[in-house]
């Protein structure tokens, strides 16, 4: 199965830097993006040696011939990343306290493996049908879980933005493992928060739907969407799309 992969960072309407970090290569079927956080642009440190450490264990473990990776490969990149974000955190006084979130989408032939941590996300459209495929590592979706809060309850909570996990403020990381098969013509979407916090998901899916074979094109309107809902945080969108 063949994936097809573009995508676009936006520092938006309020922020005087971005702190995402994206990258795709379709060429080996690996999508990352990453939303940093920390003072002194750490932010911005931590999410780069993200995207930099999770691209790296790929290519070299596919330079060695192990071209038979999974999940567990998954895993063991974003815990490779947390490691080194961790410790860039403790030989800078500057880096002290940075994390971020990610969110990696590995194709492999049919088979997608999805490795978060945070509250950046993966959705999937599937017949005109948007699906979140990861699940926020946050405060209010714990909430909502529990049944202590409502889903709309939760979209206009100020705390919305509390994450619950993170990559590289500690020693080890909790990184969540989601495994699905493609089917062809689907799209994926990874994005942070920066869209997902102002453009609803009946707005994204309409977006993608009407735009799923210019896929350069549905990555601008949505940046535009969350620009023009006030753009209060840095947006990152990525797109895939399988074909058989």
Known sequence: MR?????????????TNNED?????????????????GGHQAGEV?????????????TDKLENGEAAL????????????NTAVFEMS????EYSGMGTTVVVA???????HIGHVGDSRLYRLRNDVLEQLTEDHSVVQEL????????????????KNLVTRALGIDAVVNAALTETTCENDDIYLLCSDGLSDVVTDES?????AGQRDTLDKAVEGLIQQANDAGGPDNISVLLARTSD
Not at 23 to 34: D, F, M, S, T
Not at 48 to 57: D, K, M, N, P, W
């Open 3 to 15: 994936t097809e992969m573009t995508g676009q960072t936006h520092q938006g309407m309020v922020r």
């Open 21 to 37: 970090s994206i990258a795709v290569y379709p060429e080996i079927g690996l999508a990352i993006l990453a939303d940093g956080m």
């Open 46 to 58: 931590a999410s780069g040696t993200a995207v930099e450490i999770i691209h790296r264990y790929f």
């Open 70 to 81: 999974d999940g567990s490969n998954v895993i063991e990149a974003i815990e490779l990343a």
């Open 90 to 93: 403790k030989q800078k006084t």
């Open 106 to 112: 590995y194709f492999n032939d049919e088979n997608l």
């Open 144 to 159: 909502v879980s529990r049944g202590f809060m409502s889903r709309e309850e939760a979209n206009a909570s100020m705390n």
């Open 204 to 208: 994204i899916r309409a977006a993608l």
